[in-house]
């Protein structure tokens, strides 16, 4: 109990950091969103104040009647603006591209609706677990505890769960870091620490991954074939999970339904951030997203529809398309890690020792994993040799 009322504690306090760090960023990413249109003030490049504004891409300038000076085409500047290729007659043959087009369209999309809904989805998720605390409270072992205990979880899934967990809060600070800080946390730490911080967080960024990776790896192998999903999943679905509505406790085996989206979020979404930052890591060597472009391509043709996705990517494309795809991935997985940090600690009781200790009590897992619990028991009972405890009464 003591290890349980520790496990509660620290969820409340890793709760309430998150919502104020959740809220802080919600609360400035519109303000940081027109700083970023603007142009930063406290940058030192910045054009005298009698200096006229350009137009925004793809517009002409209004025509005064006068005759222009040199030669003025718009459209071939147009053209030039969305990354015409011209030749040269020097060896590097990708300085006849003047403006890399596709580098502004990253920026404005990275700078603006990614950062924008990631603030929304992150601040949302929030809210949404605090109004289910609020509204559904802590969800209780209804017949008390039994003070008889079930190992759930051995030595090495616990060791694997805690490396991946550790691992990515760390990942996800640092790279929430780099989406957010320059407008939210620069504020707050002033220019020297903030550059300190942001030096050791990307170093511990590129080198906590591989943790990460071997925790991961480790929950896969133990955990897979306990999730698949089978006909008890159907009936938890359509009691709520139990959680819903008190009183209600749907069988389950070793993992429930929830569970098992968890898992394969975590695994599939895992994987590919691993990838895709490896990608970033070595962008001159895989040319990821080409080949993933051209599979897809593929595959649509046998569909007999053309996709048009590009193919032939330039390694700084290929990292405005990792950068992407990472962000948007690493934001999704931090909301489902949010959730599930919030039902492993102060949303659910005695869940925490699960994985604090691997055991848990018997009514416990009565209440939420009865299948599995009455496996555990008759595994017990068989190889105690008569030194068992006294079976509880069933939590039905």
């Not at 601040?123 to 209780?140: D, Q, S």
Request: charge should be positive; aromatic fraction near 10%; charged fraction near 15%.
């Amino acid at each position: 109990m003591q290890l349980e009322d520790q496990g509660r504690r620290t969820g409340r306090r890793l709760i309430a950091l998150l919502a104020l760090g959740i809220a802080w960023i919600f609360v400035l990413s519109v303000t940081g969103n027109q700083v970023r249109a603007q142009g930063d003030p406290n940058s030192n490049v910045r054009p005298p104040a009698n200096a006229v504004t350009p137009a925004q891409p793809g517009t002409i300038a209004p025509s005064t009647g006068e005759p222009r000076p040199g030669h003025y085409d718009p459209e071939m500047w147009r053209n030039v603006r969305k990354g015409l290729q011209g030749q040269v007659s020097i060896p590097d043959k990708k300085a006849g591209t003047l403006v890399q087009s596709g580098g502004e369209i990253w920026r404005n999309t990275r700078n603006g609706p990614l950062s924008r809904y990631g603030a929304y989805a992150l601040a949302g998720m929030l809210a949404l677990l605090i109004g289910f605390y609020l509204v559904r409270g802590k969800v209780r072992v209804e017949h008390g505890f039994s003070g008889f205990h079930l190992v759930r979880f051995d030595t090495i899934e616990r060791v694997g769960h805690w490396l991946m967990a550790t691992s990515f809060i760390i990942l996800a600070l640092s790279g929430l870091n780099v989406l957010y800080g320059r407008y939210v946390v620069r504020p707050l730490l002033g220019e020297a620490l903030f550059a300190d911080v942001t030096m050791w967080g990307k170093w511990l960024h590129n080198h906590v991954a591989l943790a990460f990776a071997v925790g991961l790896l480790i929950s896969f192998v133990r955990w897979v074939r306990h999730n698949f999903l089978d006909v008890t999943d159907i009936v938890w679905i359509a009691k709520g999970g139990g959680i819903l509505v008190k009183g209600v406790h749907p069988a389950a085996k070793k993992f429930n339904f929830g569970q098992k989206v968890i898992f394969w979020l975590v695994m599939l979404c895992g994987v590919s951030l691993l990838v895709s930052g490896l990608s970033l890591l070595f962008p001159f060597q895989f040319g990821l997203f080409a080949k993933t472009f051209g599979a897809i391509n593929w595959m649509a043709q046998l569909a007999h529809y053309n996709p048009g996705l590009p193919t032939a990517l330039t390694p700084v494309e290929e990292m405005q398309y990792a950068t992407l795809w990472h962000a948007i991935l690493a934001l999704a997985m931090s909301c489902v890690i949010l959730a599930h940090i919030y039902i492993g600690t102060i949303g659910m009781e005695g869940a925490f020792s699960a994985m604090g200790t691997g055991e848990v009590d018997v009514n416990w897992a009565k209440e939420h994993h009865s299948i599995w619990a009455e496996q555990a028991l008759r595994s017990q009972d068989g190889s105690s040799s008569g030194t068992a405890p006294p079976r509880p009464a069933p939590a039905e």
